[in-house]
């Protein structure tokens, strides 16, 4: 079935419209609301079209490249890498986003580019081409309905269009992870807490790609901190959406404030995943004190 994701959806043909999709996509793939536009047309802006923290607390300034010819040269982006030497404050990460398709080219001569950069303790370079600008902003239909109001998701569970497509109801199935899920006491501030941990093995078994945007721990009505996500194999934690068919690891993070239970008590409950469309997907899970 054809989703948003995978659907061939089309650029923008004005450069001020691609910097506010742009943003819009950041912000949910680092969940970072504080990304700002730099400037206006006519003022110098040393390449920096968006700035702002990313997911890691790194400073970050993108170039948005809106190319009709569909391709990027090199020569390119290494110009808008010497203009971004001069922002303010100095950068410490710097991203190309572009309407051009994705090249494996490309791709390898920006990474050679970044490490000989960062040996030299300058800024790393990235690039996002379209199917990556694409895929982040399919990951909440809200910022997907501000840039394209001609195709809308529903959070009651319809996506709409002139093909007449239904999203499913079910979207994730979530396994706790053996030992995954424990709790200990902390503190929260100055103030003693139950941070507790939970960790699940969870399959997109639909064809879209889905966000798991909230947790809640049913027990204790406890929202999650954080929510993480990672790849199996991989122990770098991040926020993406889950692509169809394919299996991640969430790890939610809550804490409880003043503490309800007493240390070496295990904690039974229920935890809540909620992804973009309104779906919700409980599981149950007992979580030993550590």
Known sequence: MPTLSTMNVPPP???????????????????SPDLERN?????????VDVYGDDHLGRLTGVQCKLVSSGELSMDVVEAEVRKAE???????????????RRDARL?????????DRVAQGAFGVGILFWE?????????????????????????????????????????????????????????????????VAEFRVTNVS?????PHSALLTKLCAAASHIFMRWPDDNR??????????????????WVVPPVLAKNEPLESSVVLTDQLG????????????
């Open 279 to 290: 779906n919700r997907h409980e599981v149950a899970v007992r979580m030993p004190y550590r």
């Open 132 to 196: 990556d600008i694409v895929q982040d902003l399919t990951g909440d239909p809200d910022e997907f309905a501000k840039h394209y109001p001609q195709l809308t998701l529903g959070l009651g569970g319809a996506f709409r269009n002139d093909a007449g497509v239904n999203i499913p109801s079910k979207t994730l199935v979530m396994l706790p992870v053996d030992r995954g899920c424990w709790w200990h006491m902390g503190v929260r501030g100055k103030e003693p807490a139950m941070q507790i």
């Open 107 to 115: 791709q390898r001569e920006v990474r050679l580019l970044s490490k």
């Open 86 to 100: 001069g922002f303010e404050p100095h950068l410490q990460s710097y991203f190309i986003a572009t309407t051009a």
């Open 13 to 31: 043909t004005s450069w001020d419209e691609f910097e506010e999709i742009t943003r819009s996509a950041l912000i949910l793939r680092w969940s």
């Open 237 to 254: 934690a991040s926020f993406f959406p889950i692509p169809p068919r394919e299996t991640v690891v969430v790890m939610c993070d809550f």
């Open 39 to 47: 400037g206006r047309s006519g003022q110098a802006q040393h390449g």
């Open 207 to 211: 064809d879209w790609f889905i966000h």
